[in-house]
């Protein structure tokens, strides 16, 4: 029998969160091309990602927890798009969502959030680069205003294969 939709709260993240967070994490890098990161991490290796991601200002982390258990089951984040001062106005985004939380909206809910979040910050752009084929991403992406601006070809390895790499942008 189906059970009833969690309902969901997003917040900022906290450093209790970054256990979860990094298992999340962890299993998009041992299990799929979505990230390009190619070795899994330990919570104290995550720390400083956490860490530079504060409730305030245009770098943010927002996570979706189950209300009724508080289990991570997503997170948003704004990252600097380039270390260059001239880029400080563009911001790269991203969405992760837990395995088995796909298709309840929590993508939905966590980039919401986030870019209500970023609404009164000093910025212009936003950017998100998805590792092709990723057909829900691009859709999500395409929901919250962002257009596709070019594909890098075979950008990256993984799993023994190149990956392309979409990107899209959304004025902010």
């Excluded at 956490?50 to 258990?69: F, K, N, Q, T």
Aim: proline share 6%; glycine share 8%; hydrophobic share 40%.
């Amino acid at each position: 029998m189906p059970s009833e939709p969690t309902e969901v709260q997003v917040r900022p993240g906290v450093e209790g969160d970054l256990e979860a967070l990094t298992a999340l994490y962890n299993h998009y890098v041992r299990e799929t091309a979505i990230t390009f990161d190619t070795a899994v991490f330990t919570a104290e290796e995550r720390r400083p990602w956490l860490l530079s991601h504060p409730e305030d200002g245009p770098y943010r982390l927002m996570v979706a927890a189950a209300a009724d258990s508080q289990e991570i089951l997503g997170y948003s984040t704004s990252s600097p798009f380039r270390m260059k001062p001239a880029y400080a106005t563009s911001v790269e985004t991203t969405v992760y969502v837990a395995p088995g939380a796909g298709r309840r909206g929590v993508g939905t809910l966590l980039y919401k959030a986030l870019f209500e979040a970023l609404s009164g910050e000093d910025l212009h752009r936003a950017y998100a680069g998805i590792a092709l084929p990723n057909e829900a991403s691009a859709r999500l992406h395409e929901c919250f205003g962002f257009q596709h601006v070019g594909t890098y070809r075979e950008v990256g390895r993984k799993f023994g294969r190149y990956w392309d790499v979409a990107w899209y942008e959304k004025p902010l």
